[in-house]
């Protein structure tokens, strides 16, 4: 056995390193389109203290680490580009400070967001974290680092924008604290301190979160969803203006796909809303459909196509069946609210000249301040041929997006270089600036975010 | 090498790897899959499983000891048949069962898995032990053997070899005369039931197994049947009508609480007894019973059923379904599924962790003792509570 | 193409004009009523055409038989005057079309009980009652193929309905019963009450599910405890069309010992539960559609009803929240029977 394991079974304990074939393939591919990419080790660690160790062994060694949460990125985002080890950090779980009167929850980064999601409504109901849409098993950690965004896009904004505090390990394996908890054991603020948050967005290629302080929010008694349903696409982003005027909904997400056959060519605007009582969620309904969107019906181009739908879980894994194969990925994208009716058109064209049925979908983030768009292609994992055109239709979806002047959201590498290639020279070379000092030996998540 | 034949091909590829399968009812934490508890590695978890199996169907991998425990490790707790949101959900454990087979055809078998299979095949019992044993535990116990009697009493391998499982075999008994129920047993007549086999893999002997029993009952004029063990509760009413079987199969929780309910069985008092409830898979998420067992200890008056926080179809599997038991594929660790879940038992206060399976009483019964929690926490089967409640000296 | 045969004559010699008059969401006399109803007959607007809030009950109110409220569609679509939002009407429209391969049909002996659209719903079809029966369209993958389509009577649409029908009835018919029991008053509306009118010949023989659960309940009944709650009943949009079944409501609360408590809303003076009212264009639809709502349950609870009985998935869906907040519990028609007979509802 080689020294970096040896060392590895050291710091983690035998059961919890793999050098197996097995687990190797295992972590080798993730759930879209990407090609495999092999580590040659995998550690899941449970502490920080062992984060820290790995991190010093792998620069002494200088083998790639690649930090891996949920591993539900879908764009090939946690896997080994050049060997290395895979750092599951699913064992970091912990819920570690509530504090229900400052709104705040300290967790580990590898905790999931079904479990924050539970931990929370078992003990503090009246507070709720802006949960993603993904898998219940992704983690903080992960989407923080690939700026994710959950169902309190509208209100809030980013999923990024509301942390108040992080631990980090650098790639060199100093451990740090970022926010007011760098001063002491509170965790209720980032700011006013000088920015130091290099870490949200980089896809572990700056080092690894392993804690992080998260803004709570209130969450109302009722939790329900209306769904605004409009014909014409060039109406949605005026709806949307009117909806975040109001500011009354929570999330606000405007979705069109071919199947099933019934949202075809039609756009659905679902309208989170949330209250403590009956009286409290009328009172919305009245100035939202009595009031601003009172015109669209009145005209007949838009309607109520659902009132008062319970909120659930999404369970957006089961469009991977939709060619009964397994599989989808989608392009991400962030873009102003008034690209939506582009978006759908052009989306749809590609998915269509695929033969892969479409599905377009845009969230709103801040008051109407940005969207975050997503194309959705199912593939059959057992047929190569399919996943090729899915990949195809990806990146075309990415050429889609930097057309459009758009900025891909969680781009794959192929997306990466688009972006890198169009970004403003200085703005590369501060990026470039930045990684070097953190990562002298350029051992984290290589290939990723990388400046040449 | 490819398996070209395996039974699955058209959907395992349908696994998204999206880890829903993890989680219990309320999301609560990713450690819901017994094995992927013990390990927290994705290959042990439902979807990784699923995607190694498939990789070695196309030939992408090569069959490995490694790659067999895995595959083995599984306990089929259908935890993931709960949760997996696909349309695949339902044949996952059918998918990992099909795979096991393919390993037993080719003779690539973890070696504790071809030890447990070959006892069965050669002595008809998991443990090895002689087939004319079985029916020592009974011999004090003043049984009758099963002549016509209303019901027969199953007790299967655990009870009667197992001297853990023996005392809760007795306690049935005792509980069963007390509730003036008519019953026999087959004492040494009895086979194994062949459900942890099937699990296991080997449909041939399983399928030996279950004809043998069905042509036993059906000698003797069985019509309705009493399982200790949830395991032989899965097979009769679900595995033995495909091979002809045609008897009734009850679990004694549903018996006793049909005697509770006509006043048949006295409803005893405990001096406020503070008990949790372990779900068994092949009780709870694979027979759907969940009402029957916490009524049986609901009648005990004063007893307080403390409910851990996962509980019927969230159960967290002893770790020991699908011969897990006899293998302990998933032991040997501080995370083994049975000691996560004696844990989990005694966060809720309670004095009695009781369960109604014999395995389950066996695995946790050694984890509560490696927990060393032995002193603060008692595992019991209900029939054991029941009597004990009832002063029924065992 | 299948045409409404609507006996003008009968409306000549017709006195009350029931249909409009009777009309609880349009305030109009015999006379105004008669001018409207030319305008109908003839192909020209009406105010009745923007007015109409699709409720049914003109159909039941006609006293000649004749289909008044199948008219007012009819005219509805000829003229474009739709009652709800277009993007509502494609939704609604694309929503029918099967997109998961054709229906594998079984023969069946003896009598089949169609699900229609409601296969997610046959659970409820369990136990005793249902034993003599053969469930179809309980896969809720293939159930568009079993879809009346008369849903579409709300979105101004006849000619969807008679471009679908005769596929649906193919379906239905092939599975070779001896009759057909309806899950849902809507199918059995269909086939006894629209397709008629259309002239559309309907090629099985239809039973309402009033009248078999009422009948099993007399083939059961030595089984059957009291159940002694007060009930109201949410009387459906599509019982309008087969009110010579709504008495075995009555029948069948007597049979299992409940009692029908006397209301406002009760009977031919039913309230609509308003899922097709909320999204309609007219001004203010959404609140009225409120309103008649809280009318409706209030009016249940000042009647003391315990109970709700139910059997349109469309109004259990719109009412079962707000008439749990009152305190008074939804169930389902087929449910009340299971638990006359010692069934545990489903
Ligand atoms: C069906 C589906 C729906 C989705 N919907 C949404 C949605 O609505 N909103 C949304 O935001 N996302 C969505 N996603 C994308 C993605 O699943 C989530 O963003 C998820 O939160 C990512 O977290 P993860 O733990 O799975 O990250 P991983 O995929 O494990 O990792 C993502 C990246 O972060 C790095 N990383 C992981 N953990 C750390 C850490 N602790 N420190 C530093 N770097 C780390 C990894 O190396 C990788 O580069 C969806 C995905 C799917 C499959
Ligand atoms: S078994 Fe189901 S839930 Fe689990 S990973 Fe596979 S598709 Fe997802
Ligand atoms: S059956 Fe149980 S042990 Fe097996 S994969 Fe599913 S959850 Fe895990
Ligand atoms: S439709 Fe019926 S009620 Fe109306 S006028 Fe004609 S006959 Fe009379
Ligand atoms: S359907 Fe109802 S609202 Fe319309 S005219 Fe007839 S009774 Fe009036």
Redesign the interface.
């Known amino acids: 056995m080689d020294a970096v394991y040896r060392a590895l079974v050291d710091i983690v304990g035998s059961d919890y390193v793999s050098v197996q074939p097995e687990d190797l393939f295992t972590y080798s591919k993730d759930l879209g389109t990407s090609e495999p990419g092999k580590p040659d080790y995998v550690a899941a660690p449970k502490t920080t203290g062992a984060v820290s160790r790995i991190l010093k062994l792998a620069n002494e060694h200088k083998t790639p680490v690649i930090p891996l949460g949920g591993g539900m990125s879908l764009a090939g985002l946690a896997l080994p580009l050049k060997g290395g080890i895979i750092l599951d950090l699913k064992r970091m779980d912990r819920i570690l400070e509530l504090n229900e009167k400052g709104r705040y929850v300290v967790v580990e980064a590898g905790a999931s967001h079904g479990k924050l999601t539970s931990y929370l409504h078992k003990h503090a109901p009246r507070l709720m974290h802006s949960e993603p849409g993904a898998p219940p098993a992704a983690t903080i950690g992960g989407n923080l680092a690939i700026h994710g965004q959950g169902d309190l896009a509208h209100p809030y904004g980013f999923n990024s924008d509301m942390i108040a505090g992080m631990e980090v390990v650098l790639p060199t394996g100093e451990i740090c604290r970022i926010g007011s908890c760098a001063m002491g054991e509170k965790w209720y603020t980032l700011h006013p301190l000088p920015d130091l948050s290099l870490f949200l967005g980089w896809n572990g290629s700056t080092g690894i979160i392993t804690k992080v302080s998260l803004k709570l929010y209130p969450c109302k008694k009722i939790r329900e969803m209306d769904i605004f349903c409009v014909e014409d696409e060039n109406l949605v982003p005026e709806i949307l203006y009117e909806l975040t005027h109001a500011g009354m909904a929570g999330d606000l997400v405007a979705m069109s796909s071919k199947l099933p056959p019934y949202s075809d060519r039609l756009h659905m605007i679902s309208i989170a809303l949330s209250e403590d009582s009956r009286q409290e969620m009328e009172f919305k309904r009245q100035i939202l459909f009595d009031t601003h969107l009172a015109k669209y019906i009145r005209e007949g181009t838009g309607g109520i196509s659902m009132a008062g739908r319970d909120v659930e879980r999404p369970m957006v894994s089961k469009a991977s069946d939709w060619k009964k194969g397994g599989g989808f990925e989608y392009v991400g994208a962030i873009l102003p609210v008034t690209d939506y009716p582009e978006c759908y058109r052009r989306g749809a064209a590609i998915s269509a000249a695929h033969d892969i049925p479409y599905t377009v979908l845009g969230r709103v983030i801040g008051a109407g301040h940005a969207m975050m768009f997503s194309w959705s292609y199912a593939f059959n994992r057992a047929d190569e041929q399919s996943i090729a055109q899915a990949r195809k239709a990806l990146h075309e979806t990415d050429d889609l997006v930097m057309e459009l002047g758009g900025t891909i959201w969680k781009p794959a590498v192929y997306g990466q270089k688009l972006l890198l290639e169009k970004m403003d020279a200085n703005t590369l070379q501060m990026m470039k600036k930045v990684k070097t000092m953190l990562d002298p030996n350029a051992i984290m998540n290589p290939g990723h975010w990388e400046v040449d | 090498m490819r398996i070209s034949d395996y039974q699955y091909a058209d959907i395992i590829h349908r696994c998204f790897r999206c880890g829903y399968c993890k989680f219990p009812a309320d999301w609560s934490d990713v450690t819901n899959c017994p094995a992927y508890a013990r390990h927290r590695m994705e290959s042990w978890s439902s979807g990784g499983r699923l995607w190694l199996i498939r990789a070695w169907v196309t030939g992408e991998i090569e069959w490995s000891p490694y790659l067999a425990e895995i595959v083995y490790a599984c306990t089929a707790c259908r935890n993931c048949v709960e949760k997996c949101p696909l349309p695949i959900a339902d044949n996952i454990v059918n998918m990992v069962v099909a795979a096991r087979s393919e390993m037993v055809e080719r003779g690539l078998l973890p070696p504790a898995v071809r030890d447990v299979l070959t006892r069965v095949q050669q002595r008809g019992n998991p443990f090895g032990l002689p087939a004319k044993k079985r029916g020592e535990w009974a011999e004090d116990l003043r049984v009758e053997k099963f002549s016509g009697q209303d019901y027969l009493l199953y007790i299967g391998a655990d009870g009667s070899y197992d001297s853990r499982a023996q005392q809760a075999a007795t306690a049935l008994v005792r509980l069963l005369e007390k509730a003036g129920v008519s019953f026999g047993i087959l004492g040494k007549n009895e086979a194994d039931d062949g459900n942890d086999v099937a699990f296991m893999g080997e449909e041939g002997l399983a399928d030996y197994l279950m004809e043998q029993t069905i042509a036993r009952f059906r000698e003797l004029g069985v019509k309705q049947v009493i399982t200790l063990s949830p395991h032989a509760l899965y097979a009769f009413t679900a595995q033995y009508p495909r091979l002809g079987g045609d008897f009734q199969a009850y679990h004694y929780t549903q018996v006793l609480s049909g005697q509770l309910r006509t006043g048949a069985l006295p409803t005893p008092q405990s001096g406020g007894l503070r008990v949790t409830y372990h779900d068994p898979c092949f009780l709870g998420r694979w027979s759907n019973e969940y009402k029957a067992p916490r009524k049986v200890l609901g009648a005990i008056g004063g007893l307080q059923l403390a409910e851990m926080e996962r509980n019927r179809k969230s159960s967290l599997c002893c770790g020991g379904g699908s011969g897990n038991c006899y293998t302990d594929l998933l032991g040997g660790s501080e995370e083994s599924p049975a000691r996560i879940r004696i844990r989990q038992a005694a966060e809720t206060g309670a004095g009695i962790l009781a369960t109604a399976c014999p395995n389950c009483l066996v695995l946790l019964e050694d984890a509560v003792r490696a927990e060393g929690l032995d002193d603060k926490l008692d595992v019991r089967d209900i029939c054991e509570v029941f009597c004990q409640a009832s002063g029924i000296p065992l | 193409m299948h045409t409404l045969h609507f006996d003008e004559n009968k409306c000549l010699a017709c006195e009350a004009r029931d249909c409009l008059t009777r009309c609880r969401y349009m305030n109009m006399d015999a006379q105004g009523a008669a001018a409207e109803l030319k305008k109908l007959i003839a192909g020209e607007d009406s105010p009745v055409l923007h007015d109409c809030i699709t409720c049914y009950a003109c159909e039941e109110y006609c006293p000649m038989g004749n289909h008044p409220f199948y008219l007012i569609v009819s005219r509805q679509e000829a003229l474009g005057i ?1 009652p ?5 009407v ?3 429209i ?2 029918g ?1 099967p ?1 998961r391969g054709e229906p594998e049909i079984e023969k069946v002996d003896g009598l089949a009980l169609n699900m229609g659209v409601f296969s997610g719903l046959s659970h409820l079809i369990s136990g005793k009652l249902f034993e003599n029966v053969t469930p179809i369209s309980t896969d809720s993958r293939k159930m568009f193929h079993y879809f009346c389509q008369l849903m579409y009577l709300h979105y101004g649409k006849v000619s969807v309905i008679n471009e679908r029908l005769e596929g649906v009835m193919e379906a239905i018919s092939a599975h070779d019963a001896d009759a057909v029991v309806h899950f849902h008053d809507e199918c059995y509306g269909t086939y006894t009450s629209y397709a008629p009118a259309f002239g559309m010949a309907v090629p099985f023989k239809s039973i309402h599910l009033f009248e078999f659960l009422h009948d099993r309940l007399t083939e059961l009944a030595g089984e059957i405890h009291p159940l002694g709650f007060r009930v109201a009943y949410q009387r459906p949009c599509s019982s309008r069309l087969s009110p010579d079944k709504h008495v075995f409501v009555d029948k069948i609360f007597d049979m299992v010992g409940v009692e029908h408590v006397e209301r406002q809303y009760k009977n031919e003076e039913a309230l609509c539960c308003g899922s097709t009212i ?2 309609q ?1 007219r ?5 009225f559609c ?1 309103d008649i709502q809280r009318e409706n349950i209030e009016d249940m609870k000042r009647a003391g009803a315990e109970l709700c009985i139910f059997n349109c998935p469309a109004c259990m869906q719109t009412l079962w ?1 707000q008439i749990t ?1 009152y305190g008074i519990m939804p169930i389902w028609m087929s449910d009340l029977c299971r638990m006359a007979i010692g069934e545990k509802p489903a």
Not at chain 3, 84 to 88: D, F, R, V
Not at chain 3, 283 to 287: F, K, M, T, V
């Open positions: 739709s709800l939002p277009s993007p509502l494609r939704q609604g694309q929503m079309i997109f909320m999204p264009k001004p203010d639809s959404r609140r409120l929240k907040e």
